[in-house]
């Protein structure tokens, strides 16, 4: 107990002193780096630089919750706004990016906090090594130290101690001892005191949550229209192709059937002519129809859930294809539906567009996540703009919370990543 | 020859009793659910089997487990497979244990009662019945520079039909040549293939599926 007391204590005070070197030299430069880029907005070249910076506030912002995390466990939420899905690129995009984390209260409470910390959060830093370090400081003095400095004039006061012989000198050191007992009991709450103050500020507000909670409502709203679109959309397409396609094949055939009825005793040779015909005509209608249901909802898809599906994909792809699958169960069948039509509209991609030859279908899940990965050794050059398939993807994919990353260097590789959350039964 | 049929959907389950007994086939079971044929194959031990890949209750594959299941638990026992729509995957399955005696067919096969009758004769001789649309999948997906592109136009299309189980006699009858050409043509590709030449049907289509497997 006691000396796991000690060691808190003395590990607190290490901490306090990285807190209170980096809460100086970090929030400084900093803060003077942010005034100063904001300020040179006016001119113009503050555009470019604020997001560079305002970025890097951020980043020490975060490493700072993550000190708080580990070392105090005061927790910290972040409170930025998402960047949207689509940044534009160029100038424009710069414009837009600096206003966008302008706009963004947290953004100046980010420098608010800067301004506390180098202060009030600095003090508060200092405190746990402070009063470890006195008591060194006041064993150094009663060690004959006092003495020095007292013969050249030096009135030295150790705290109230005004130390000018051997005996406050001794008076120095135990009451150095004394903060040093003390810091036993108050350091680990000093150092949290220090991550408690930061959080008054990094922390998201009432108002800013709310604000979250609005983005957040708009986005489903998004999502849901989206969903509706496009099922109704698919609906659509299912009514035409059977109206145009098996239906009207049907018919056709109705009408062979009936005609064959008529002259099947004056005409057999015509007759098994159109019996022919209307069994080929049967064979297109479910040709047809068969491939429709491939488009709704794959039979293998059906009956044997996601891997075997794509495992059933790859075998049709022109591409040597290698499927690997860690799904211990099935998920829920809409996701099921929205992550094999992806996979296979990217496989499309890469063997209409990537010319690759060779593709790597990796298709995992865990910690509630499902997580496929498409690589191929094409080309690359693939990106989410606008009218690409990708963001037709991605914005299925939303529907279900999912995400979409593609990485697609000039030259190849492509990587397509597609996270959906989703629990398997 | 005693059939164990398990199809669910009552009008093409009895369209094929009628068909099967017309070609004197005699039905010793025609069941509509996985466990009921699971049972009558395990108890009836039938000289064939023809079952549809989706049956209740489960309504997914529970068909083709059925099927695999009984050819483990009896080796060679032969099962013709059939289905809405065809998946490589599910032929690979079927083929895997290379005991034969295997058929996978669409079920709109069923129109040409002949062609489907001799199908599930050859599977239950020990020969093989893939669907061309199997066999289709399998010769385009394969690139010009494998050696499938040293073989002429008229030597795919044997292979084709080799594929699918056919024996010499019939694909000569179906290409309207002499079965000598067809020996000749055959001969070719297995050369060409690298394969050694047997006249076992069975073996020469599983080495023939094999060699569409390398590579993957």
């Known amino acids: 107990m006691k000396t796991s007391r000690v060691r808190e204590s003395l590990l607190a005070g290490a901490r306090g002193l990285y807190m209170t070197v980096i809460s100086l030299v970090g929030s400084i430069t900093l803060f003077v780096l942010s005034v100063v880029s904001i300020a040179l907005i006016v001119i ?87 009063l470890i370090l006195y008591m060194a400081y006041g064993w150094v003095l009663a060690c004959g130290v006092w003495k020095p400095i007292y013969d050249a004039g ?54 800013m949550r709310e604000r979250e909670l609005a983005l957040r409502v708009d986005r489903l709203e998004e999502t ?26 049907l018919v056709a055939m109705g009408m062979d059937l009936g005609t064959i009825e008529a002259i099947v005793e004056k005409d057999p040779a015509k007759a098994k002519e159109m019996i022919a015909k209307a069994r080929q005509n049967s064979g297109e209608a479910l040709t047809e129809l068969r491939d429709l249901v491939r488009g709704i909802h794959p039979p293998v898809l059906a009956e044997r859930g996601l891997g075997d599906a794509v495992r059933a994909l790859a075998l049709r792809l022109p591409v040597a294809t290698d499927v690997d699958v860690d799904v211990a169960g099935r998920a829920e069948a809409p996701v099921e539906s929205a992550a094999y039509f992806a996979v296979s509209e990217i496989l499309t991609n890469a063997v209409k ?73 | 020859m005693r059939v164990v049929l398990a199809e669910d959907l009552f009008l093409l389950r009895d369209g094929l009793v009628r068909m099967l007994e017309a070609f004197d086939f005699e039905i010793a079971a025609a069941v509509e659910t996985g466990p009921e044929l699971a049972k009558a194959l395990a108890e009836l031990q039938p000289d064939v089997a023809v079952v549809d890949v989706r049956l209740p209750p489960s309504h997914t594959d529970e068909g083709l487990q059925c099927a695999l299941a009984a050819r483990r638990a009896r080796p060679g026992l032969p099962v013709l497979v059939l289905s809405q729509h065809v998946e490589q995957l599910y032929a690979r399955e079927l083929l895997a244990d290379g005991n034969g005696g295997v058929g996978y067919l669409l079920k709109d096969r069923v129109f040409d009662a002949e062609q ?97 497997d390398q590579g993957r």
């Open chain 1, 224 to 249: 849901r229209h989206d969903a509706v679109d496009s099922s109704a959309a698919e609906l659509r397409r299912i009514e035409r192709d059977l109206h145009d396609g098996a239906q009207a094949r």
């Open chain 1, 44 to 130: 113009g070249i503050g555009v470019f630089t604020t997001p560079v910076v305002l970025t890097a506030v951020r980043k020490y912002a975060t490493l700072h919750r993550l000190h708080a995390g580990e070392w105090a466990d005061v927790r910290i939420p972040v409170p930025y706004r998402q960047d949207p899905a689509r940044p534009a690129r160029g100038p424009a995009g710069q414009v837009e990016r600096c206003t966008r984390m302008l706009k963004d209260p947290a953004t100046w409470r980010d420098l608010e906090w800067l301004l506390v910390n180098m202060t009030f959060g600095a003090i508060l830093a200092i405190l746990p090594p402070a």
């Open chain 2, 116 to 212: 489907f009758v001799d199908a599930v004769r050859r599977v239950a001789a020990g020969g093989t019945a893939m669907d061309p649309t199997v066999i289709q999948q399998l010769l385009s997906r394969r690139s010009a520079n494998e050696p499938l592109g040293a073989l002429t136009p008229r030597e795919r299309e044997v292979l084709e039909l080799m594929a699918q189980g056919r024996s010499n006699a019939a694909i000569a009858a179906q290409l309207v040549v002499t079965e000598r050409a067809i020996a000749k043509h055959t001969s070719n590709i297995f050369a060409k293939l690298g394969l050694p030449v047997s006249d076992d049907d069975n073996r020469r289509v599983l080495a023939v599926l094999a060699f569409l």
């Open chain 1, 353 to 425: 567009y990537a010319q690759a030859d060779r593709i790597w279908v990796d298709v995992h899940h865990a910690d509630g996540m499902l997580r496929i990965a498409v690589t191929d050794n094409g080309r690359g050059g693939a990106s989410i703009g606008s009218g690409s398939g990708l963001s037709g993807i991605e914005r299925r994919l939303g529907t279900f919370d999912g995400i979409l990353a593609v990485s697609s260097p000039v030259g190849g590789p492509t990587m397509v990543t597609m996270e959906i959350p989703c629990e398997l039964s």
């Open chain 1, 154 to 207: 030096g009135g030295e006061w150790f705290a109230f101690i005004h130390v000018t012989s051997q005996s406050t000198a001794f008076a120095a050191a135990a009451l150095g001892s004394a903060f040093f007992a003390l810091s036993l009991y108050v350091n680990p709450l000093l150092l949290r005191a220090h991550f408690q103050l930061s959080r008054t500020l990094l922390a998201p507000t009432a108002t």
